[in-house]
């Protein structure tokens, strides 16, 4: 379940409470973010109901919205390029909130797990999903998207180079370009270790 609290002295989190019913559900809802005015919030949900892939049965991964409405959060609904046929999970939002960047093994995949990003249209609105390409994904798993203010995209990789199971890497966006990435970079034995890190 998703939980609110309020940040307090010394990093402390006070009030904490569930957000309400809409949002938490008996399924796993995480990995929520926020547009900079806190009134949308992206966030997953496993989906309820398993279905067949293939040989394998699983319950898909899948991203959704909400919004802040008059002191409630309503509008829950799921984006429409997430599918019962395979997951989208770990949205994160670009610095002015038009890009929407997350992780998926949706058809077009180059393996376990991509990164992709869709535009937010000003109408509200979804582009296409773009993969991310070759230089940022692997046959592996790209996963766990951060954006900081400073539009420096990170992401956890067990494909890259790196010192074993998941490590955090970087990218930035190309100035004259925006769909193309600077070759990532591995952030070095301070943030990652021989064991998952993202």
Request: aromatic letters at 14%.
């Amino acid at each position: 379940d998703l939980y609110v609290g309020k940040i307090g002295t010394g990093g402390k989190l006070d009030s904490i409470q569930l957000f309400p019913d809409k949002i938490n559900t008996d399924q796993h809802e995480s990995s929520a973010v926020f547009t900079q005015d806190g009134n949308t919030m992206y966030f997953n949900r496993t989906s309820d109901q398993r279905v067949k892939v293939g040989d394998i049965k699983f319950a898909t991964v899948r991203l959704f919205k909400a919004e802040y409405v008059n002191g409630k959060w309503t509008n829950e609904q799921e984006l429409p390029f997430s599918s019962s046929q395979y997951n989208t999970e770990h949205p994160a939002l670009s610095a002015d909130g038009k890009r929407l960047y997350f992780s998926s093994d949706m058809p077009g995949s180059y393996g376990s797990f991509d990164l992709f990003y869709v535009s937010i249209n000003d109408d509200g609105s979804y582009g296409v999903p773009t993969n991310l390409g070759k230089q940022i994904n692997t046959p592996y798993r790209e996963q766990f998207p951060f954006v900081s203010k400073d539009n420096v995209l990170y992401f956890a990789s067990d494909g890259l180079p790196g010192l074993g199971g998941l490590d955090i890497f970087q990218t930035t966006v190309d100035e004259d370009d925006n769909t193309k990435f600077t070759k990532p970079l591995n952030l070095g034995n301070t943030a990652n270790s021989g064991m998952d890190d993202f």
